[in-house]
């Protein structure tokens, strides 16, 4: 069954540190991955996509992917986050279909 | 440029009701999908339109039933609504033919069913 997995459900840290948060999926044949962000009152937003070529991908506002196909992983990555990073943070795939499977999201908490 | 917008915002109904759930899509845009995230999880998938069809489908009833009009808005209709409906009901829009094309996410609708 087509799945994807997101083992940090909620993630407290202090500006400054860095960050990664967990993704694997399950999911046979080509795959496309996202991570999306949603900040508290806003909608939806994506941060970041690998859809083929360089596995490590950067997206907006520092963050930055690593998909690893051996280890069904594509991994979120930022080396220092800000207060204005708290939010909800969902990884997602899809195939040769637009339909997107998301994880259940981890919440990130930043304190001054 | 107009993004993805849905009406209402919050809608509060009772079991067994039916509701009407409405998007339009970010300008440019033909194909509208719809979501259902439920507290603590991640958006699931319920359907997709083009061209007026529903072109896929999700896990869910055929109490839940969409359209498309010739202007690319949708409606989300539930029919005997269940206590578990209640959720935040997303829609995305995006453009057919474009290879990896991106979702574009609107506000959602916040749907309390009591």
């Known amino acids: 069954a087509q799945s994807v997995s997101q083992h940090n459900h909620h993630v407290i840290l202090s500006e400054a540190a860095s960050l990664e948060l967990g993704c694997n999926y399950s999911?046979?044949?080509?795959?496309?991955l996202f991570w999306y962000v949603q900040y508290p009152g806003q909608h939806l937003q994506l941060l970041l996509k690998?859809?083929?070529?360089?596995?490590l991908v950067k997206g907006i506002k520092g963050f930055e992917a690593e998909f690893i196909k051996s280890k069904f992983s594509f991994n979120l990555r930022k080396p220092s986050v800000q207060w204005s990073d708290t939010a909800e943070y969902f990884c997602?795939?899809?195939?040769?279909?637009?339909?997107?499977?998301f994880g259940t999201g981890t919440r990130l908490q930043v304190f001054p | 440029d107009a993004g993805v917008t849905q009406s209402p915002t919050h809608l509060i109904k009772t079991r067994g009701q039916q509701v009407t759930l409405r998007c339009s899509p970010k300008?440019?845009?033909?194909?509208v999908s719809w979501y259902q995230q439920a507290l603590g999880q991640g958006p699931q998938f319920i359907f997709q339109?083009?061209?007026?069809?529903?072109?896929q489908r999700g896990n869910f009833p055929d109490r839940f039933s969409g359209h498309q009009f010739p202007n690319y808005s949708s409606e989300l209709n539930v029919n005997a609504l269940l206590l578990g409906d209640s959720a935040l009901y997303l829609c995305?829009?995006?453009?057919?033919?474009?290879?990896?094309?991106?979702?574009?996410f609107g506000p959602g609708t916040r749907l309390t069913v009591t």
């Open positions: 995305a829009s995006s453009l057919a033919g474009v290879h990896n094309n991106e979702q574009y």
């Open positions: 999911y046979g044949g080509t795959v496309n």
């Open positions: 690998y859809f083929s070529g360089d596995p």
């Open positions: 997602a795939v899809n195939g040769n279909t637009d339909k997107l499977i």
């Open positions: 300008s440019g845009h033909d194909t």
């Open positions: 339109y083009y061209e007026e069809e529903e072109r």
